[in-house]
């Protein structure tokens, strides 16, 4: 896999965002930041604390995908078995690691490093910790598989001590316009032509409803600057064309 | 595979949950819905707007789940290829909807039922239509493949219409306690305990960050609402045991 244009799938381990307890907060704050490094989320899925489950599918998407990060089922109590699926799916002892387990053990008062606690300082042999300014707890890494807590403050305090160290590709670059009072069904045959003109980009129509009336954002994307700015011209254009008013960028939320 | 027991995937279709554009928010309300009826999310993907993703995705997970609920891509422009793919994946002719195609022409102006639009009335030879309130354009199934819009008021508009036609299975009872100031390593060994001791129950725990102070929420989960209620009674004890105050029902948002 080209480290050049690297991937990314996000994992989102647990039961409580599957039966709809937890909205979940993570997707969107890993594909934002990500998407920021020039590591495109290419695949998103969310899966239950089922152990074959976990296993089966880290070992599916950690060759398809650069990058693989987990979300969810790092933490002390009975449910939260993300980490020794990790390191049944890549077939190493579950044990403690010699800084995590030491660290946490220093942290807590005597008697207080129970069994439920010690078992977030016990990693896949190999782990190289991720570390947080929010637990004591860490995350780690497994090769190109990122784990990480699923609570959003843990978790995105995780993936600002990790962003540096990995290896993004080449930012991707976006322009966009917007009209209200224009239905897709009017722009869409136009915007297949401009679409058919610039393979290189991905020109994304985006419907939206305010009490302010409806309309629909347009946005291009790609590696070229230039060519966003290309398309989205001719985009305006057609736009005009249709009797609209074309306001650049995107429809304030 | 038992309809007494059914399991949903749902397939969040489009590039704009990958990019972190859009906050999805049909994932929870098909959990929740799908829940009240008996109907578990087991899997939840997202996935990009590639024709060979959507078609090997969807036939990967018709295969596994009693039903397979899709949002987005069916809108007119040339993004919206969930449709198609469908076909494809069902290697069926994509076609004109009879009804669905006639009803679309007759809504739309003499001249403004484009090639765009035609394009919602077109669906795999065989699709039963979804109807819903919001939009004169339907969703369809497939089988076990429901196809639903992508914006959330029409998905809704469309599940809601749907829904009585769904074939549920056993109502899941649930049962929680939560307690302010109590750690989850710390009742985390006595809880495995507890669930040990219910197998046919879910026991799931939930810390909660709220100014008013952090906690954790305990919920157990099972067809049998007695079991349920015998087991938050033990966790009740359990939280009382450690010198908290039990508080019956989960953690207010």
């Known amino acids: 896999m080209s480290t050049k244009n690297p991937t990314a799938c996000v994992l989102v381990i647990g039961n409580e965002v599957l039966s709809g307890r937890t909205q979940d907060a993570n ?46 089922g790092i933490g002390p109590t009975h449910d939260d078995i993300t980490s020794e699926c990790i390191a049944a799916a890549f077939g190493v002892p579950w044990e403690p690691h ?57 978790m995105q305090s995780m993936f600002e001590w990790l962003a540096p160290h990995l290896e993004g590709g080449q930012k991707v670059e976006q322009r966009a316009v917007h009209a209200t009072g224009l239905p897709e069904g009017i722009i869409a045959d136009g915007l297949t032509a401009i679409q058919a003109r610039y393979p290189d980009l991905d020109l994304g129509s985006y419907p939206y409803y305010r009490r302010t009336g409806n309309g629909v954002t347009l946005v291009a994307k790609g590696v070229s600057a230039a060519d966003a700015e290309a398309c989205i011209a001719e985009v305006t254009a057609l736009i005009l064309s249709l009797g609209r008013t074309p306001i650049p960028g995107e429809a304030p939320e």
Do not use: C, H, W
């Not at 660290?103 to 005597?110: T, V």
């Not at 977030?120 to 991720?130: D, E, F, H, V």
């Not at 004591?136 to 990122?146: H, I, L, R, S």
């Open 27 to 72: 997707i969107r704050f890993l594909a934002v930041k990500l998407g920021e490094l020039g590591i495109p989320v290419r695949e998103v899925r969310v899966i239950p604390d089922i152990a074959q489950t976990i296993i089966d599918t880290v070992n599916e998407v950690r060759k398809k995908f650069t990058y693989v990060f987990t979300t969810g």
């Open 98 to 154: 010699p800084v995590a387990f030491a660290r946490m053990e220093a942290a807590y008062k005597p008697g207080e490093f129970n069994a439920a606690r010690q078992r977030m300082g016990t990693m896949p042999r190999g782990a190289k910790l991720i570390d947080n300014a929010m637990s004591v707890a860490p995350g780690f890494q497994m090769e190109n598989v990122y784990v990480m807590a699923g609570v959003p403050r843990v």
